[in-house]
């Protein structure tokens, strides 16, 4: 057995990397172009590089101006059956390999929703560590190359890849996509890689590319390899499964009854919109008028407000680190808050009218730390508002409402968003409910939780993790594998929409 103190710390290092109806149903047809994925067991290592990844895709800029980011048989099959072998990295993040150029130089890539490049390490990149630890793209050794040099680079929250562009063909299984234009990364600052399992990053969402690159799915498109505009993702969450899943372009597969389709609201990312949560049958509340949210494949968790999250772990048993911030408000003004909503005042003016979201425009090194103060307190105070307005619609006493709030602070997350758990009472935890096109999609807690060992010792961590991103991007829910493992999705661009169904 792990001591108290060691568990907590590699709790603490683990969870916080850790951190996304079309008009005719898709037709199946002779040129679906299927992935296979493979199965990896989840270790220690995989979590900290995966939520690492998460949070750091999070908030790298895909478009400088635009964007910041940050996934019974139905359909039939194929004639076709293109397949590439991918392992399934932490149980979600899914890669497999690829080849570029001629004769072909092989790569493992992440499959990823959010991003829109293609990269790969250089054979020029020679200061980086990571990249003696990968395979690299050597352009003199292929028939197939054309130059182009024009720089790239990508940055992210805690580190950064650059490199320049070059051409060559690709090769996706069975298909090859012609002068597909990439980065040849011959920097790559970041512990990330080091952890990562996979050597670049296939990405797979809108054209929001850096360099205005073409991206290979378009180009799969473009070039006639694919018939239909529809990719769509099946992910195994058997742990003992040798298949870990499959992606198909150009149809769909593996899945049960119908699809629900809600359409693409903003075309950067595979984004729609949500209405409320529900834990047990309870409403959190807090997108009862609708929420964001992003479709994701690059990350093994949920994603969400840390108000709203709170919520959800407080309810699943799970644990969090102790906020000062948090009792602060309910000791101070938590009996105003009460009277405030009790008069009807509109939940987002509350902390506004106690004057703890207003902020004011002075400099110097002292307003500025009051600043950054005010602002964790107004956070905070919004939290608590939500937190005691969804009890108050249910007509609980002003004493129990107390009692719940004091409980969340005591669960309330850390900014990494870290929350674990009992891994022996998984059987009496709730369902996790979500509500897309106006249907419900539950998570049972078999599909929301994470497990690993830390030696002898079983470790469960939470698969809804707090992250605030800020406007005017966020606030956004980003829906990774957790969700997609237990539901069947369809990306189509050819009419902006999402499609969800029960998996096989």
Not at 178 to 203: H, W
Request: proline fraction near 3%.
């Amino acid at each position: 057995m792990i001591s108290t103190e060691a568990r907590n710390k590699l709790i603490h290092q683990a969870t916080c990397f850790c951190l996304l109806a079309i008009l005719l149903h898709p037709t199946t047809s002779t040129n679906l172009f299927r992935v296979a994925l493979k199965k990896r067991q989840l270790e220690l290592d995989d979590i900290r590089a995966g939520r690492m990844i998460s949070k750091l895709k999070y908030s790298h800029s895909q478009h400088p101006s635009d964007y910041q980011s940050f996934a019974t048989l139905g359909g039939g099959s194929s004639d076709q059956d293109h397949q590439v072998i991918l392992k399934n990295y932490l149980n979600a993040q899914y890669y497999g390999v690829i080849a570029i150029g001629t004769p072909p130089q092989e790569f493992k890539v992440l499959f990823d929703t959010g991003s829109s490049n293609l990269w790969v390490p250089s054979s020029k990149c020679y200061l980086s560590l990571t990249c003696y630890l990968h395979p690299k793209y050597k352009s003199t050794k292929s028939k197939t190359y054309t130059k182009n040099g024009k720089p790239g680079s990508i940055k992210y929250g805690s580190g950064s890849m650059s490199g320049f562009f070059s051409e060559d063909n690709v090769k996706v299984g069975d298909l090859v996509v012609k002068n597909q234009e990439f980065i040849e990364a011959t920097r790559e600052r970041s512990l990330t890689y080091l952890l990562a399992k996979f050597d670049g990053l296939l990405g797979l969402g809108f054209q929001i590319s850096v360099g205005n690159a073409v991206p290979v799915w378009y180009n799969m498109v473009d070039q006639g390899l694919v018939k239909d505009k529809v990719l769509s993702f099946w992910l195994n969450r058997d742990t003992k499964a040798e298949v870990g899943g499959e992606i198909v372009f150009g149809g769909v597969d593996h899945f049960k009854g119908n699809h629900t389709y809600v359409p693409v609201t903003r075309k950067g990312y595979w984004q729609f919109n949500m209405g409320d949560i529900f834990v047990n049958n309870n409403s959190t509340g807090f997108c009862e008028q609708g929420c964001g949210a992003i479709m994701y494949s690059g990350t093994s968790l949920i994603a969400g407000p840390t108000t709203v999250i709170a919520q959800i772990n407080h309810a699943i048993g799970a644990k969090g680190v102790v906020s000062a911030e948090c009792n602060e408000i309910i000791s101070q003004y938590g009996e105003l808050i009460w009277d405030l909503l009790v008069s009807k005042m509109p939940r987002r003016q509350v902390c506004k009218e106690l004057g703890l979201c207003v902020f004011r425009q002075e400099t110097g090194i002292k307003t500025v730390v009051e600043k950054e103060r005010s602002s964790v307190l107004c956070k905070v105070c919004e939290m608590v508002v939500v937190w005691i307005h969804t009890k108050l619609k249910m007509n609980e006493t002003k004493e129990k409402v107390f009692e719940y709030v004091y409980q969340l602070c005591e669960s309330h997350l850390s900014p990494a968003g870290e929350a674990v758990f009992d891994c022996n009472n998984i059987e009496n935890m709730p369902n996790v409910t979500f509500t897309i096109g106006g249907n419900h999609f539950s998570l049972t807690p078999q599909q929301y939780i994470l497990k690993t060992r830390v030696g002898h010792t079983e470790m469960c961590i939470s698969g809804f993790a707090g992250y605030d991103l800020p406007s005017p991007t966020g606030p956004l829910w980003i829906i990774g594998d957790v969700f997609m493992g237990a539901y069947h999705t369809v990306f189509d661009s050819g009419n902006l929409q999402i499609g969800i169904a029960e998996a096989t």
